[in-house]
């Protein structure tokens, strides 16, 4: 009879200590690998473009992201990002793909800025409201765009009182050579010219 | 290494060989052309910058372009002459991309920029390797990477051994096996220059095993130059004719065995493969003191008379070469440099050749492929049984292709499209004539323009991180200095105190006024 009782406390006590044991285990590895911030704005972040444009309506990429994450804004609203963005943000969340709302802007091709710099004043507009510090100048001095830092969010456009910002073409590195996708057929019917009332 | 322990490569194709007619004669100048159009830029697209100005008189030899970044070369004066453009033109790359060209009009004179009498051959590896890359001197067999890099990288690290790739497996092209029947002593020292460049002492020099002369010719000057007594151990080895066994890691594979892994080079595994033509222009370089201003080329096909192999000068344009080798124009539908496999069609013929130009294949309309349309995949797998690189074809096509939704180039990038070599097996084999490899070219220059999008954004993040910190800061800041003056203000005493102040001032600079009028 005691025998038994015995055994039964010392089941038991193992396995409250083993429990202890994994519930500080647990604990620890919490803390160590506590991950911070929101992981998920962070992901969304990640997946948009950083043009810090404001045509998703909100003051840049990650309000935007902290809004999608919420469950405040559709995923379709970023022209920058296109519909290859929409993809991934899409897959990420594992929601259905939009169409890029036309509301906030159309897909174009990357473009930067350029400041034509006889014209300019040195009013330092545009400095204060370029989102990534790509222009510099001082009072009363010619402005110049840091190409490799512009991200072609255009915001510099309508500060300038002037009107001596243009978009140009955003350069490409020299070994980066873009070409056109080939042209496949996906089915029989088309590679055969089948005309589509006929399938 | 011996000849019956050789390995295999995945795949690979036997095709027609199509090399006998350039490579029966020995090869011959080509001569002065009217005109050099040298594009100063890589196949990679490194770019030079000229250091010549249009109007001026350079000497052959003279430089007439440094690099601008660390992968970029040397371009030199491949004869004496007068600069009329520097411009861009259409170069003998991908597409006939447009670079920067250096156009020279010889003078016929052939002056040679004046050199100091005494030749002084250089001792150290360092020196040799600052000779290579003086002579601006780049892989010949088609990748035209600089070839004194490969070098640096070996000054701490175990001897590594070299091979020198005389495998040239593609049909038609026959330059270098051209150029080791003519000039086999010059290839073997120029072989020993660089493993004196690596300080390493074994070198096996690989040739295909259809072209049996070679070899003879190549023993014998082993042997002549009594390497063996010095500590040099070079072989001669003959690979199986499989296409492709001239790309790197077959070759590798097929004389030692060893993979070299993903996105790794051959150094990683302790080998260092060199052209047969690199290898005769560093001989050139470092005992004739010649920089790379001219190279073998093969103008052959089926709309050309009498297929040669000319010595030509860089910059010499397709134009010229064709006349010399009595090429039919009318005939004449398709001009491809490289070879059928993985060549790049020409528009027309005004483009000079450049250090990396092999072969100028002319074929007539009754040669080339017909145009069919493509059909769609049927995944048979004859172009996994093929690719050398043992990558699955028609898996990366659905990726790059399938349909719109299941598109996605990463995992492209997940299936290896980077270590496909554009052998062009696939698209040989493909029943459904898909032009595979152009698939794997967009996919290739998509992703990479994708990742320096990635990068870019990753920057614009980073400043416009800082930025808004740095106003959060300066926002902060007055925060806190509006707060310490009112926490002053509300003290009675403090206010007080200010307040004379301030009204003290304000009487000194009244009376200053006064004491200015009186
Ligand atoms: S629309 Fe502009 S600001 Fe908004 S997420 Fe896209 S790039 Fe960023
Ligand atoms: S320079 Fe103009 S377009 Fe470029 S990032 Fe700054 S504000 Fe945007
Ligand atoms: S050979 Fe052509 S049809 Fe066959 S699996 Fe490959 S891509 Fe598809
Ligand atoms: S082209 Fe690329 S995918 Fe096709 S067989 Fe060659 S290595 Fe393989």
Not at chain 2, 330 to 352: N, T, V
Not at chain 2, 384 to 410: A, F, M, R, S, T
Request: aromatic share 4%; glycine share 6%; net charge negative.
């Amino acid at each position: 009879m005691m025998a038994w009782i015995d055994h039964w406390v010392l089941a038991l006590l193992s396995m409250v200590l083993l429990a202890l044991a994994f519930g500080l285990l647990i604990l620890w590895v919490s803390k160590k690998f506590k991950v911070e911030g929101n992981p998920i704005v962070e992901q969304i972040n990640a997946i948009l473009p950083q043009t810090q444009c404001g045509q998703c309506n909100y003051p840049g990429c990650k309000p935007y992201a902290q809004a999608i994450a919420a469950g405040e804004a559709p995923i379709n609203q970023c022209p920058p990002g296109g519909q290859e963005g929409i993809k991934k943000l899409a897959e990420l969340l594992d929601v259905e793909v939009l169409e890029l709302n036309p509301e906030n802007g159309a897909e174009e091709a990357d473009q930067v800025v350029e400041i034509v710099e006889p014209d300019c004043i040195g009013c330092t507009k545009c400095i204060q409201v370029c989102p990534v510090d790509a222009i510099v100048g001082a009072a009363k001095q010619m402005h110049t765009v840091i190409l490799d830092e512009c991200t072609g969010c255009d915001l510099c456009i309508p500060a300038c009182p002037v009107d001596c910002i243009i978009k140009i073409p955003a350069p490409l590195p020299a070994p980066i050579n873009r070409k056109p996708k080939p042209s496949l057929m996906h089915t029989v019917r088309e590679a055969q010219g089948f005309p589509e009332a006929l399938s | 290494m011996n000849q019956d322990r050789l390995s295999h490569f995945h795949g690979g194709l036997v095709l027609r060989h199509h090399k006998k007619a350039s490579c029966e004669k020995p090869m011959l100048p080509a001569g002065l052309p009217e005109q050099l159009v040298i594009a100063i830029k890589s196949s990679r697209g490194h770019t030079s910058e000229p250091v010549v100005a249009i109007g001026d008189h350079v000497f052959k030899g003279q430089v007439i372009a440094e690099p601008e970044d660390s992968l970029g070369t040397v371009y030199h004066a491949p004869t004496s002459g007068l600069v009329v453009a520097i411009e861009e033109r259409q170069t003998a790359s991908a597409e006939a991309k447009q670079a920067v060209c250096v156009v020279i009009e010889p003078d016929g004179e052939d002056t040679w920029l004046t050199r100091p009498e005494k030749l002084k051959l250089p001792a150290s590896a360092q020196e040799i390797i600052a000779q290579i890359s003086a002579a601006g001197i780049v892989g010949m067999g088609g990748a035209g990477f600089p070839t004194h890099i490969k070098y640096h990288a070996t000054q701490t690290d175990t001897a590594p051994t070299l091979i020198i790739n005389g495998a040239e497996c593609e049909p038609y092209i026959s330059c270098d096996e051209r150029l080791m029947l003519d000039e086999p002593e010059a290839i073997v020292r120029g072989t020993v220059w660089l493993l004196k460049a690596a300080q390493a002492n074994r070198a096996i020099i690989a040739i295909e095993d259809n072209i049996g002369g070679v070899k003879k010719q190549l023993d014998a000057a082993i042997k002549k130059l009594e390497l063996v007594a010095q500590g040099f151990d070079l072989s001669v080895i003959k690979v199986p004719t499989i296409y492709p066994t001239g790309g790197e890691k077959q070759l590798i594979k097929v004389l030692t065995g060893i993979e070299v892994p993903s996105g790794l080079t051959p150094l990683s595994v302790g080998l260092i493969m060199q052209n047969v033509a690199t290898a005769k222009a560093v001989y050139d370089a470092i005992e004739l003191r010649k920089p790379l201003i001219s190279r073998v080329i093969t103008v052959t096909g089926d709309a050309i008379e009498s297929p040669r192999n000319y010595e030509a000068l860089i910059g010499t344009p397709f134009q010229h070469l064709l006349q010399l080798a009595a090429c039919d124009f009318q005939d004449l539908d398709k001009l491809i440099i490289g070879g059928p496999m993985m060549g790049y069609a020409m528009p027309h013929a005004d483009i000079g050749i450049e250090k990396t130009t092999n072969c100028l294949l002319a074929l007539p309309a009754d040669c080339t492929k017909p145009e069919i349309d493509a059909m769609p995949c049927i995944r048979c797998g004859d172009c996994v049984k093929v690719c050398p690189q043992e990558l699955l074809p028609q898996q990366l096509l659905w990726y790059i292709n399938g349909n719109d939704e299941h598109n996605d180039l990463e995992k492209a990038r997940e299936h290896h499209v980077f270590d496909c070599i554009e052998c062009g097996a696939c698209s040989w084999v493909c029943p459904s004539h898909i032009n595979l490899v152009d698939f794997y070219r967009f996919a290739k220059s998509e992703l990479t323009y994708l990742d320096h999008k990635k990068a870019k954004a990753q920057q614009a993040k980073i400043r416009h991180d800082e930025r808004e910190a740095r106003l959060e800061r300066i926002k902060a800041e007055r925060q806190a200095k509006r707060r310490r003056k009112t926490a002053k203000l509300s003290n009675k005493k403090d206010a007080k105190a200010e307040m004379s102040a301030v009204l003290a001032r304000i009487k000194q600079q009244e009376q200053a006024k006064v004491d200015d009028e009186g």
